[in-house]
């Protein structure tokens, strides 16, 4: 069984900065890749990032610039760096692991930015 628990989400206003941070545990053997997304109210689940065993970065186009993840396989968990926080990024935000090809999620951190 493995679980994801995402932390460090909460109210920001607009020009701040967040980071995220992802703990796996249970029977994790082989992370493949590691990666955030957001899902906005309304909206469709979207990338944000992710990161690879070897450490390839791999960025959406639209979230290029002030998002930073990093990654620590052996430590199982998965950070993401958000600057200059804008109301547009007001989401609830999920962590995600690919392990022997199969995809576990966390319950997600809510993200809200005052303007």
């Known amino acids: 069984q493995v679980q994801l628990v995402e932390s460090g989400g909460g109210l920001v206003q607009a020009g701040g900065s967040l980071r995220l941070s992802c703990a796996a545990s249970?029977?994790?053997?082989?992370?493949?890749?590691m990666g955030w997304y957001r899902q906005a109210p309304g909206k469709q689940r979207e990338l944000i990032a992710t990161?690879?065993?070897?450490?390839?970065?791999n960025y959406a186009d639209s979230m290029k610039g002030r998002f930073t993840i990093s990654g620590d396989n052996a430590k199982k968990t998965v950070n993401l760096q958000i600057n200059n926080l804008n109301p547009e990024d007001t989401a609830v935000y999920f962590c995600?692991?690919?392990?022997?090809?199969?995809?576990?999620w966390g319950q997600g951190t809510q993200v809200t930015v005052s303007s």
């Open positions: 990161i690879t065993s070897a450490g390839i970065r």
């Open positions: 995600n692991i690919i392990h022997f090809g199969r995809a576990y």
């Open positions: 249970g029977s994790i053997f082989d992370i493949n890749a």
